[in-house]
Nanobody
Framework: QVQLVESGGALVQAGGSLRLSCAPSGSIFSINFMGWYRQAPGKQRELVAIITSGGSTNYADSVKGRFTISRDNAKNTWYLQMNSLKPEDTAVYYC???????????WGQGTQVTVSS
């Protein structure tokens, strides 16, 4: 079965940058939305950023101006560039995709981002 494979999580100092990557392990057709969620321990999972198949983007207010979501159509891969990281960005980040033909979204297993003070 097709899985989302994500990478790039790390321990980083406040003010630093990371880039997360996500791609299906196989072919996924008719992707409508690609994005990233995050969840800190004891907190509800929240949407960080999303990009549509047409290239439109949306961001959580807390990351606007600092994070950028992008996609590489040739590689069927999407990214989250995270700049000016803050300790409150610490969470497990999950990549995400919705397709036209599936009733439930695809999820990655998560990658840990830890921002130290």
């Amino acid at each position: 079965q097709v899985q989302l494979v994500e990478s790039g999580g790390a321990l980083v100092q406040a003010g630093g940058s990371l880039r997360l990557s996500c791609a299906p392990s196989g072919s996924i057709f008719s992707i409508n939305f690609m994005g990233w969620y995050r969840q800190a321990p004891g907190k509800q999972r929240e949407l960080v950023a999303i990009i549509t198949s047409g290239g439109s983007t949306n961001y959580a207010d807390s990351v606007k101006g600092r994070f950028t979501i992008s996609r590489d159509n040739a590689k069927n891969t999407w990214y989250l560039q995270m700049n000016s990281l803050k300790p409150e960005d610490t969470a497990v980040y999950y990549c995400y995709a919705e397709t036209a033909g599936e009733p439930w979204p695809y999820w990655g297993q998560g990658t840990q981002v830890t921002v130290s003070s």
